[in-house]
C-alpha cells in the first residue's frame, strides 16, 4: 500500500520536471543515504546525504554563473 503512494508521488515530480528526486526510505534513514534521481542524468544511485548537498551546491553555485 505504501509503495503506491511512493511509485505515484515519484511519476507526478517526474511529469513537473522537477530537477533532482530524492527518496529516503527505512535502509537509507538509518544509513544517512538517500537514493538520488536526476531528471538529466537518471538514476544516480544510493548517496551519503553529505555528497548530496556537496553535488547540489556545486550545481546552484555553476547556475549562478
Known amino acids: 500500500m505504501c509503495n503506491e ?36 542524468e537518471g538514476e544516480l544511485g544510493v548517496i551519503a546525504v553529505e555528497t548530496v548537498i556537496e553535488k547540489l551546491m556545486e550545481v546552484i553555485r555553476m547556475e549562478a554563473l
Open 5 to 40: 503512494k511512493s511509485d505515484t508521488k515519484i511519476r507526478e515530480v517526474r511529469l513537473d520536471l522537477v530537477p533532482y528526486l530524492a527518496v529516503v526510505g527505512a535502509k537509507e534513514s538509518e544509513s544517512n543515504t538517500l537514493a538520488l534521481r536526476s531528471r538529466k
